[in-house]
């Protein structure tokens, strides 16, 4: 029923693309669409679903109208893991928007801020996404229960620019050698992250 009332509603409004969030439980036990390949496979569905002849027209040029938002404290919620969910979106060109925040694994949606647990989860998500080449947004998704919001706005700015400047500053061409050469290459790409660390 769901997926037919998203299809419907795409098709009274042709050419608009849709973003889903996949979320393990909260506030049901089991929500619709709890994991990435859920939503990656409603994504497929609902688009099938389609009627509208310019929906179907932008489907048949290869531009995806269902995508996802995929969100760090849902995915950690779910035991999964943040740079392959983002992955799994983005090689099914489907990756419309990302929400940052922190969440230990399990766990209530804490919605904290960025780094504050699991720095390596989201680092490692950034480095993925600047790897495959995304230029969309960063959306931060925080619920600042002991700051002022502004102080928390500023706090997780600061947090994505140091990831973005670390990995910036990374020797890309060595890792990459390193990963496709491992026989070669044993105990590299560590050394480079811990020297990365200084």
């Not at 608009?16 to 497929?44: F, H, Q």
């Not at 919605?111 to 993925?128: K, S």
């Given at each position: 029923?769901?997926?037919?009332?998203?299809?419907?509603?795409?098709?009274?409004?042709?050419?608009?693309?849709?973003?889903?969030?996949?979320?393990?439980?909260?506030?049901?036990?089991?929500?619709?669409?709890?994991?990435?390949?859920?939503?990656?496979?409603?994504?497929?569905?609902?688009?099938?679903?389609?009627?509208?002849?310019?929906?179907?027209?932008?489907?048949?040029?290869?531009?995806?109208?269902?995508?996802?938002?995929?969100?760090?404290g849902h995915i950690r919620m779910g035991y999964e893991d943040t740079p392959y969910a983002f992955c799994r979106a983005m090689r099914q060109g489907r990756l419309f928007h990302t929400h940052w925040n922190s969440q230990p694994l399990g766990n209530y949606d804490q919605d904290l801020n960025v780094g504050v647990v699991e720095w390596q989860q989201a680092e490692a998500a950034m480095?993925?996404?600047?790897?495959?080449?995304?230029?969309?947004?960063?959306?931060?998704?925080?619920?600042?229960?002991?700051?002022?919001?502004?102080?928390?706005?500023?706090?997780?700015?600061?947090?994505?620019?140091?990831?973005?400047?670390?990995?910036?500053?990374?020797?890309?061409?060595?890792?990459?050698?390193?990963?496709?050469?491992?026989?070669?290459?044993?105990?590299?790409?560590?050394?480079?992250?811990?020297?990365?660390?200084?």
């Amino acid at each position: 029923m769901f997926e037919g009332a998203v299809a419907y509603a795409m098709d009274e409004v042709p050419g608009v693309s849709v973003a889903i969030e996949p979320k393990p439980y909260e506030p049901a036990p089991n929500n619709i669409y709890r994991t990435t390949a859920d939503g990656l496979l409603a994504c497929r569905d609902i688009e099938s679903r389609l009627k509208s002849e310019q929906n179907k027209y932008l489907l048949s040029e290869g531009y995806p109208l269902m995508g996802m938002q995929p969100e760090i404290g849902h995915i950690r919620m779910g035991y999964e893991d943040t740079p392959y969910a983002f992955c799994r979106a983005m090689r099914q060109g489907r990756l419309f928007h990302t929400h940052w925040n922190s969440q230990p694994l399990g766990n209530y949606d804490q919605d904290l801020n960025v780094g504050v647990v699991e720095w390596q989860q989201a680092e490692a998500a950034m480095y993925v996404l600047k790897m495959h080449g995304y230029r969309e947004y960063y959306g931060i998704d925080i619920n600042p229960e002991r700051m002022p919001a502004e102080k928390a706005v500023e706090i997780n700015c600061l947090a994505l620019n140091i990831i973005n400047d670390r990995i910036n500053s990374l020797p890309h061409e060595e890792i990459i050698e390193s990963y496709f050469d491992p026989e070669n290459h044993r105990g590299d790409i560590e050394l480079i992250l811990a020297k990365a660390m200084k």
